[in-house]
C-alpha cells in the first residue's frame, strides 16, 4: 500500500468516480418496455417509433381516458422531449381510479422514452417524470371512523 501522509496523496490514490451510463435497452421488434406506478395503479407500456397513436387496455386514448386533463397528463413526456407524435403507445393498465391510471401510464411511457433513447432522460428527469409518486392511501386504524376521523365528541 502507498504511503499515504496528506489528502492530496489520498485523492490521488482513489479510483476516479464512474458515471452511471444509460444504456438503450429495446426488443427484438424495437420495442420498448417499462412499467409505471401510481397510487394502486399499475401501467405497462411498450414504446415504438409511430405515428403519435396511443393504445389503453385496446382501446383509443380517447375512449379510455375521456378527461382532457388526463389526456394532457399523457402527453406531458412527450412535450418535454419535443417528440409528439414520433411514437406509438400500447400499454395494458390495471388497479386504481382514473386518475391513478393517467399517473402511471405518464410514469411508465417516461421510463419507457429514456430506454428507448437515453438522450431524452435529462429532459424527463428535470420535468419530475421518472420519479414514482409514493403518496398513497392511509390505511383505516381501528377505533376510528377512518383514517384519522374520530367519533364526535360529547361533553354529557
Not at 405497462?44 to 394532457?72: C, D, H, Q
Not at 428535470?126 to 403518496?135: K, S
Not at 377505533?143 to 367519533?151: I, V
Amino acid at each position: 500500500m502507498a504511503d499515504l501522509t496528506s489528502l492530496a496523496d489520498l485523492k490521488a490514490a482513489a479510483p476516479a468516480q464512474v458515471q452511471p451510463t444509460h444504456e438503450r435497452k429495446v426488443d427484438a421488434k424495437g420495442r420498448a418496455y417499462a412499467t409505471g406506478k401510481r397510487k394502486n395503479a399499475v401501467a405497462r407500456v411498450w414504446v415504438k417509433p409511430g405515428s403519435g397513436k396511443i393504445t389503453v387496455n385496446s382501446r383509443a386514448v380517447e375512449v379510455y381516458f375521456a378527461r382532457p386533463v388526463l389526456r394532457m397528463l399523457i402527453n406531458q413526456p412527450f412535450q418535454a422531449t419535443r417528440s409528439e407524435g414520433q411514437f406509438d403507445i400500447v400499454c395494458t393498465v390495471t388497479g386504481g381510479g382514473l386518475s391513478g391510471q393517467a399517473g402511471a401510464l405518464r410514469h411508465g411511457i417516461s421510463r419507457a422514452l429514456t430506454f428507448f433513447d437515453p438522450a431524452m432522460r435529462p429532459a424527463l428527469k428535470a420535468g419530475g417524470f421518472l420519479t414514482r409518486d409514493p403518496r398513497v392511501v392511509e390505511r383505516k386504524k381501528y377505533g376510528k371512523h377512518k383514517a384519522r376521523r374520530s367519533t364526535q365528541f360529547s361533553k354529557r
